[in-house]
């Protein structure tokens, strides 16, 4: 199901065209919830390319809100005439507009339903230019019904946040976001979604680009077509980062958290667009499994297979507005355009035609034996350093006060009273 939904304003100058806009129930916007060559020798080289392709992390101290609200409706399909009539009105505008055959960007992959609807999905790369105007392109000509972006409730402040403000969001890692991150996901979720923050801190100071510019245009463009819905379409992020640190052995974590932290090779604006090359693209995939097969399965596969139920949610036939209860009931298939790293574009197109049930990856298992030592253990080494801290400090103070002149002399003076 599609919820959290809220309505962004309708295209001013397309309501003044319709007569009966002032009965017009508004629906616009609603909210639901690697590298080149040159570094293919290295190390962990997946883990740039898993920030750019497949996983726009992001974690601010400060709350952007996608309100105010227009008059929000959850059904269209029973309206006055007059809303029915500038529904049609406005419904035609829209589809004399979208192109038959749209002239698309060779990042786009075009899927169909049984019902006729069309899926229009956009690969893209988080810190990309091109993926920018790719996107933009495509709602143009195809003006969909619904947009679906790769990302969820926890990380919708980024489409309303000015890109000066999140630049400097994503540059700086601080012990704000550290708690933030712990208090959202637990200790060791948060301290990866740090890791992983620290990555694309990276990327973004290298780049001098904040991620997600793709997902910030898809909701301006969205804006724009009327009657377009915004769904966030990805898995929330806490169940992601849960799930994950659950698959991964304590060695792996080990393992994982050291070439996250001493990741500094450069990247550059053209690295980044040579990922989205296809061959690249599997080889840095065929990297990540054979070094992590259980991260890839939790941050890349399962996450393939919600998107991939959200955009065939999202690409249900639209019913038209009944003037009465007595009129049947019309249906038309719809447009849908979605927007997701290019790492998840094989797997969308993979799990398609699949009866995809996402009961399973939308639970979080119990800590594992590994885990829960390794957490006693963190824990026994804070508390231990930290009494022993305050012991030593407490046993220089007595030293440093017995040692006084003023504290020596009364310490006499008391000796010498019992012998008096």
């Given at each position: ?92 505008m829209k589809l004399q507009k979208r192109q038959k055959r749209p002239a698309l ?108 510019g793709e997902f910030r245009e898809a909701f301006k463009e969205a804006s724009k ?24 052995s304590f060695w792996q974590k080990v393992k994982l958290a050291w070439g996250l ?160």
């Amino acid at each position: 199901t599609l919820s959290n939904s809220c309505v962004v304003g309708e295209n001013k100058s397309t309501l003044q065209e319709c007569k009966r806009s002032n009965s017009l129930r508004l629906l616009q916007i609603q909210c639901r919830p690697l590298m080149p060559q040159k570094m293919a020798q290295r190390k962990c080289q997946w883990i740039p390319f898993l920030s750019i392709l497949c996983f726009s992390v992001h974690l601010t101290c400060h709350t952007a809100s996608l309100f105010p609200l227009l008059n929000c409706v959850d059904n269209l399909s029973q309206c006055p005439q007059a809303d029915a009539d500038a529904f049609k009105i406005l419904l035609e505008m829209k589809l004399q507009k979208r192109q038959k055959r749209p002239a698309l960007p060779s990042t786009v992959t075009e899927l169909d339903t049984e019902d006729g609807s069309k899926v229009y999905v956009v690969g893209t790369a988080h810190f990309s230019d091109s993926s920018k105007k790719d996107v933009v392109k495509t709602i143009q000509e195809v003006q969909p019904d619904v947009v679906v972006v790769e990302l969820c409730q926890y990380r919708v402040s980024m489409l309303k946040m000015d890109e000066k403000t999140l630049l400097k969001e994503a540059k700086e890692i601080n012990l704000e976001k550290l708690q933030q991150a712990i208090k959202q996901n637990g200790v060791m979720s948060g301290l990866m979604q740090m890791l992983l923050l620290k990555v694309s801190a990276h990327i973004t100071e290298q780049l001098g680009m904040a991620p997600g510019g793709e997902f910030r245009e898809a909701f301006k463009e969205a804006s724009k077509v009327p009657f377009c819905k915004f769904h966030l379409g990805d898995r929330p992020i806490p169940v992601t980062f849960k799930r994950a640190i659950a698959a991964l052995s304590f060695w792996q974590k080990v393992k994982l958290a050291w070439g996250l932290c001493f990741l500094s090779d450069p990247i550059s604006k053209d690295d980044v667009e040579k990922c989205k090359q296809k061959d690249l693209l599997e080889q840095m995939m065929a990297e990540m499994i054979g070094e992590f097969p259980d991260l890839h399965r939790t941050i890349v596969s399962e996450r393939d297979i919600y998107l991939t139920y959200m955009l065939k949610q999202a690409a249900k036939q639209i019913e038209l507005p009944r003037a009465s209860e007595n009129e049947p009931r019309k249906y038309i298939p719809s447009v849908v355009v979605g927007v997701v790293g290019m790492g998840h574009v094989p797997g969308i197109e993979k799990n398609w035609n699949s009866d995809l049930k996402i009961q399973e990856i939308m639970s979080v298992p119990p800590p594992s034996a590994s885990s829960k030592i390794f957490k006693f253990v963190l824990k026994a080494t804070f508390f231990g350093l930290l009494g022993y801290g305050c012991y030593r400090i407490g046993h220089r103070t007595v030293q440093f006060v017995l040692s006084m002149p003023a504290t020596q002399s009364y310490l006499q003076r008391l000796t010498e009273v019992p012998q008096q």
